[in-house]
């Protein structure tokens, strides 16, 4: 699947904590694009997810680990179907980079597409 068939089949999906919000749609990507298991670091079945994201130290962090499981390299360079934390509007978020500076980020309704200067982290998917 293509990265473009990847948001084009997931946009409309409707809004599941540790699913379908902004990092567990950006992993999930990661698992359909690497044919990877993503579970063990998706939140546990009863735990919220913004719990399971303060534990592991904030975004950031839970997606350095997440990473460095799943063998991805840190990368300064984005390019498309890579994946970050961004920060948009003074707030860290997940997404997946879609070109130079270019992000789609899983919102409550659809996905949306963010031009980002601001990349906290980012790896090669």
């Known amino acids: ?6 948001i084009r089949a997931t946009s409309g999906e409707p809004f599941r904590p540790g699913w379908s919000e902004c990092a567990g749609w950006a992993l999930r990507w990661v698992q359909v694009a690497r044919m990877v298991d993503v579970s063990p670091w998706m939140p546990p079945d009863g735990v919220d997810p913004a719990d399971y994201v303060a534990a592991a130290g904030g975004l950031e962090a839970l997606a350095a680990g997440a990473a460095a ?16 934390v961004i920060v948009v509007v003074r ?3 997940a997404g997946i980079c879609t070109g ?3 992000w789609a980020v899983k919102s409550k309704d659809r996905v949306v597409f963010i031009d980002a200067k601001a990349v906290l982290a980012a790896w090669r998917v």
């Open 1 to 6: 699947m293509t990265l473009t068939e990847w």
């Open 91 to 93: 707030t860290a978020v």
């Open 100 to 102: 130079p500076d270019r």
């Open 69 to 84: 499981g799943l063998c991805l390299e840190p990368t300064d360079m984005p390019e498309r179907g890579d994946v970050g």
